[in-house]
Each structure stands twice: as structure tokens, then as C-alpha cells.
T-cell receptor, first 110, second 113 residues
Framework: SQQGEEDPQALSIQEGENATMNCSYKTSINNLQWYRQNSGRGLVHLILIRSNEREKHSGRLRVTLDTSKKSSSLLITASRAADTASYFCATDGGNTPLVFGKGTRLSVIA | GAGVSQSPSNKVTEKGKDVELRCDPISGHTALYWYRQSLGQGLEFLIYFQGNSAPDKSGLPSDRFSAERTGGSVSTLTIQRTQQEDSAVYLC???????????FGSGTRLTVV
């Protein structure tokens, strides 16, 4: 069963705008991770946020985690055409494999 | 190698034939995972190897699917008597100690005709 549910399913923005994607999950987690996928192939790990953290930054990426609401958001600032991809959240419940959501398809229009 | 390597990149097979998909994880990564992804969908967990422990096979969709990991390194996913619904991209990933981010291979696109 899928734990993470991303919202929206698809997002289209202009280059330079910010993109926000949300993820909700159902059970307790050790950490939550975000991945990017280009062209339906391998995923690239972007960022990991632990359950005791509330916010994390990496370059133009900002991730927040609200364990009380069981939700996370990924913000990409000053988006570029190269950011066009699908973005997945994945939850780590402990000694079990990551559970991935269905992803958000982001299109950045130049 | 520097990354996770999967072969073949693409495989077209006839319904009813057996296929083997190979994954070479990052050296030293103790955890290895197989997922599959149907067109436009999320990732479906298949099987998980962690060190010398018995693999977690809870995601395998039927007994036609099996996987092994030899010497704690290379893994092979075997699908017997392939069906059209087996068509998907099969993704392999490895991680250090199973508690960190995963490194994915580029996947094998399997098409059953």
C-alpha cells in the first residue's frame, strides 16, 4: 500500500516562480525523503528530513515536516526549466523499505 | 562502480518466456531493493535484501517472481512465464545500512508482447 500521497498530481509554472509540492502520510515515520525522477527512469535522492526535524534546506530546496499533521512540503525556489521532472516523497518507518507516493509531475515553462 | 548499474536497459520478451534482470549495487552498500513502476504510477516495492538476513519478499506479486543476491553484492530478479501485466520499469536501489537515502539505477524497461 502507498503511504505518501503527493499533492498536486501535476503542477505547471513559469521559470523563476516557486513550486510547492505537498505530501501526506498515514503512520509514524523515522524520516521522510524526497526524490526526483526524469523521463520515467532512475530516481535521484534530493533530501532527507528526520522525524525530529521541522525544516531543512539544500540549495534551492526547502523541506518542511509536520509530524502532528503527518505532512511534508517541498519548495523549489526560482525554478528553472531543468527542474521539470516528477517528484516523489517516500517514508521510512524503520527497518522496512521506503514507501513511495505516486508523485507530482512538475513542468517549468521557459 | 560509482553508481547502481542495471542491465539490460530495455527488454522485450514474448508472453510466457522467462526473464532475468540484473542489478550491481554500489560497493559496500549492505541494503538492496527492487521496485517496479508502471507507466505514470508510483513505485511498487518488490523485495529487499539487508546484509546476510533473509530477504523481505512481502512485495512480490506472485510466485512467478523471485530474486537472489549473491555474495552480498549482485542481485538478479527473475520473472517466470511473463505476462503482459508484468510490463513496467524495474528499478533497483542500494543504500548504506538501510537507513539512508537510496541510490537508484536507471532501471530496466520490460515489455511483454
Amino acid at each position: 500500500s502507498q503511504q505518501g500521497e503527493e499533492d498536486p498530481q501535476a503542477l505547471s509554472i513559469q521559470e523563476g516562480e516557486n513550486a510547492t509540492m505537498n505530501c501526506s502520510y498515514k503512520t509514524s515515520i523515522n524520516n521522510l525523503q524526497w526524490y526526483r525522477q526524469n523521463s520515467g527512469r532512475g530516481l535521484v535522492h534530493l533530501i532527507l528530513i528526520r522525524s525530529n526535524e521541522r525544516e531543512k534546506h539544500s540549495g534551492r530546496l526547502r523541506v518542511t515536516l509536520d509530524t502532528s499533521k503527518k505532512s511534508s512540503s517541498l519548495l523549489i525556489t526560482a525554478s528553472r526549466a531543468a527542474d521539470t521532472a516528477s517528484y516523489f516523497c517516500a517514508t521510512d518507518g524503520g527497518n522496512t523499505p521506503l514507501v513511495f507516493g505516486k508523485g507530482t509531475r512538475l513542468s517549468v515553462i521557459a | 562502480g560509482a553508481g547502481v548499474s542495471q542491465s539490460p536497459s530495455n527488454k522485450v520478451t514474448e508472453k510466457g518466456k522467462d526473464v532475468e534482470l540484473r542489478c550491481d549495487p554500489i560497493s559496500g552498500h549492505t541494503a538492496l531493493y527492487w521496485y517496479r513502476q508502471s507507466l505514470g504510477q508510483g513505485l511498487e516495492f518488490l523485495i529487499y535484501f539487508q546484509g546476510n538476513s533473509a530477504p523481505d519478499k512481502s512485495g512480490l506479486p506472485s510466485d512467478r517472481f523471485s530474486a537472489e543476491r549473491t555474495g552480498g553484492s549482485v542481485s538478479t530478479l527473475t520473472i517466470q512465464r511473463t505476462q503482459q501485466e508484468d510490463s513496467a520499469v524495474y528499478l533497483c536501489a542500494s543504500s548504506l545500512a538501510g537507513r539512508y537515502g537510496y541510490t537508484f539505477g536507471s532501471g530496466t524497461r520490460l515489455t511483454v508482447v
